[in-house]
C-alpha cells in the first residue's frame, strides 16, 4: 500500500470522524479496523430479521457532533418514551420528565419507593441540572456519586431503588463510584431531551458517517500488532506506512499496540440478552428499570421493536434483557436467572420467549471515579496520537469529538512539516 499522511486505527466513531475531519481538510487517511464492519462499540448484528444492537444504545438530541457530519434525517430517529418505567417490589411506575409528560407525572408522584421528601428533592435535582450548563457542571465540588445524592437528602430507598438502576443503565456502575460530576452530566441530559434510536440499528450512524469518506477509506479485518513512529505493523506481518497515527481504540487495545500503560484502561462492563416473543412485554418503548435490590441480577429491559418494527420481523418483537452487576454465571445460567426474575415482571409467559443472542460487552465505557480534566485528545509523541472516549467520557458525542480535534491537531503538523520525513522516491 502507498504510504499515506495518516493512518487510523479503529473505525469506532472517534476514528471515522478523525478521518472525516482530515479528509474534508484534503489529506489522505487510511482506517484500519479489526472488525468486518464500521461502529466499534456501538454496531448492530442482523439475526433472522432481528436487529440486534451490541448491547442498548441510544442517540441523545442535547448531542451535537453527530450532525456536523451527516444529515440526521437520514436515520429516521424515534424517541423514546421520556422517563422510566420503575419495576418495585410488586408495581410500575413511571417515573418521567415532568417537561413531557405531567398525566405520567402523578405516577411519579406516586411511587411508593420514594418519601415525599424525596419526590421535592428529585424536582429540585431537575430544576438543578436542567439550569446550570455542562461546563458549570463539571467544575462542581468532586465525589462519588453515592455520596452526592446521600449529601443531598435522597433516602437510602431511593438511592437503592431508583438511582442505582438508573446510573447502571446509562453508564453501567451500579455501586453508584463513578464521578458525581459525570454522573450529573449524564442525568442533565437524560433529564432535559428525549433519547431515540434509528430505524436501522444504531449501527446505522457509523454506516452513515462512513458514506461521507473517501471509497475504501476502511480496510476492514485487518488488525494492528504494534504502532512505530512512521507507522504500523499488522499481526499478518505487513507494514503500513505513514507520516502520522491515530489510535482510535479503547484503552485496552491502545495500552496492547503501545506496549505501555499510556491510557487509563479502567472501564464498565455490560452484558445484552436479546429475546425474541410474539407479544411485547409492555405497550410503550420505555426502558424498565428494576428496583428490586438484593440478588436480583437483570437491570433493565427494553423493547427496541415497539419504537421501531423494523427491529424484528413482522408479528415478533424483540427484547432487551441487560445486567451489569457482577456475577459468576455461565451464559445459560444467567439466561435462566434473568427468565426467572421476569416471571416476577410480567408472568410465565417469558418462558416462551426464545433466546437469540447473548453479548458480553468487557469494556462498555470508561470508569472515572474522578472526572479532573476532560481531555479529547492525546499526544504520545510527535506522530503518534490517541483519541476516542477513554480519554473523556464514554458516549458518542465525545468519541466524534475527539476524532475532530485530533484531526484538527495533526493537520496543523502537517502544514507545518513537523514529521520524520520519508524519501518516497525509490519507492
Ligand atoms: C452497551 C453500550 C451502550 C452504550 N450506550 C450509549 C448511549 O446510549 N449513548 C452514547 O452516546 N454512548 C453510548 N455508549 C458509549 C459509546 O458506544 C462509546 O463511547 C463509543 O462508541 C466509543 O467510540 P470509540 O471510537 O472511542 O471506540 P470504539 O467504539 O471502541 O472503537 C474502537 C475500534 O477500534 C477497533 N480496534 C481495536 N483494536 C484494534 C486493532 N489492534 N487493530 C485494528 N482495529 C482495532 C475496534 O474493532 C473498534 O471498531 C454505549 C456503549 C456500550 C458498550
Known amino acids: 500500500m502507498k504510504p499515506t499522511d495518516v493512518i487510523v486505527i479503529g473505525a469506532g466513531f472517534s476514528g471515522l470522524s478523525a478521518a472525516y475531519y482530515l479528509q474534508q481538510k484534503g489529506i489522505s487517511v487510511k482506517v484500519v479496523e479489526a472488525a468486518s464492519q464500521v461502529g466499534g462499540r456501538a454496531r448492530s448484528d442482523k439475526m433472522n430479521g432481528f436487529t440486534l444492537d451490541r448491547g442498548v444504545h441510544f442517540y441523545h438530541h442535547s448531542t451535537t457532533e453527530l450532525s456536523k457530519i451527516i444529515n440526521l434525517r437520514n436515520l429516521e430517529l424515534k424517541n423514546t418514551y421520556p422517563g422510566y418505567l420503575l419495576k418495585y417490589e410488586d408495581t410500575f411506575n413511571l417515573f418521567t420528565n415532568p417537561l413531557y409528560q405531567t398525566v405520567d407525572t402523578i405516577s411519579t408522584a406516586l411511587a411508593k419507593n420514594a418519601t415525599f421528601t424525596d419526590k421535592i428533592r428529585l424536582f429540585g435535582l431537575y430544576a438543578k441540572l436542567k439550569t446550570t450548563s455542562y461546563n458549570k457542571l463539571v467544575k462542581e465540588t468532586e465525589s462519588s456519586t453515592f455520596e452526592y ?80 513512529d512512521d507507522g504500523v505493523e499488522l499481526v499478518n506481518g505487513e507494514f503500513l506506512e505513514s507520516k502520522f497515527v491515530i489510535i482510535a481504540t479503547n484503552a485496552i487495545n491502545a495500552n496492547e499496540i503501545t506496549n505501555s500503560k499510556s491510557i487509563d484502561a479502567e472501564c464498565s462492563h455490560v452484558s445484552t440478552i436479546y429475546f425474541s416473543t410474539d407479544k411485547a412485554p409492555v405497550s410503550k418503548p420505555v426502558v424498565m428499570l428494576n428496583g428490586d435490590n438484593g440478588t436480583t441480577l437483570v437491570n433493565h429491559v427494553f423493547v427496541p421493536s415497539l419504537l421501531h418494527p423494523e427491529y424484528a420481523p413482522e408479528n415478533k418483537h424483540l427484547v432487551a434483557v441487560n445486567i451489569v452487576k457482577e456475577h459468576d454465571l455461565d451464559d ?36 472515572k471515579p474522578i472526572l479532573d480534566e476532560v481531555r479529547f485528545t492525546k499526544k504520545i509523541n510527535d506522530t503518534i496520537y490517541v483519541c476516542g472516549d477513554s480519554l473523556s467520557v464514554g458516549s458518542m458525542e465525545s468519541a466524534l469529538r475527539s476524532g475532530r480535534e485530533t484531526a484538527d491537531l495533526i493537520a496543523v503538523q502537517l502544514m507545518k512539516g513537523n514529521y520524520k520525513q520519508t524519501d518516497y522516491s525509490f519507492q
Open 149 to 228: 445524592l446521600s449529601k443531598n437528602g435522597f433516602s437510602k430507598k431511593l438511592i437503592d431503588s431508583f438511582f442505582r438502576p438508573m446510573i447502571a443503565a446509562s453508564i453501567f456502575d451500579y455501586n453508584l463510584q463513578s464521578s458525581s460530576r459525570l454522573s450529573k452530566v449524564y442525568l442533565k441530559s437524560l433529564f432535559q431531551d428525549h433519547v431515540a434510536l434509528p430505524k436501522n440499528g444504531i449501527g446505522s450512524i457509523a454506516a452513515e458517517i462512513e458514506k461521507k469518506l473517501k471509497p475504501n477509506t476502511v480496510l476492514y479485518k485487518t488488525k494492528v500488532k504494534r504502532v512505530e
Open 332 to 367: 445459560d445460567e444467567l439466561m435462566e436467572k434473568c427468565l426467572s426474575e421476569l416471571t416476577g415482571w410480567f408472568g410465565l409467559k417469558v418462558m416462551d420467549w426464545q433466546h437469540l443472542k447473548t453479548y458480553h460487552i468487557k469494556y462498555a465505557m470508561p470508569f
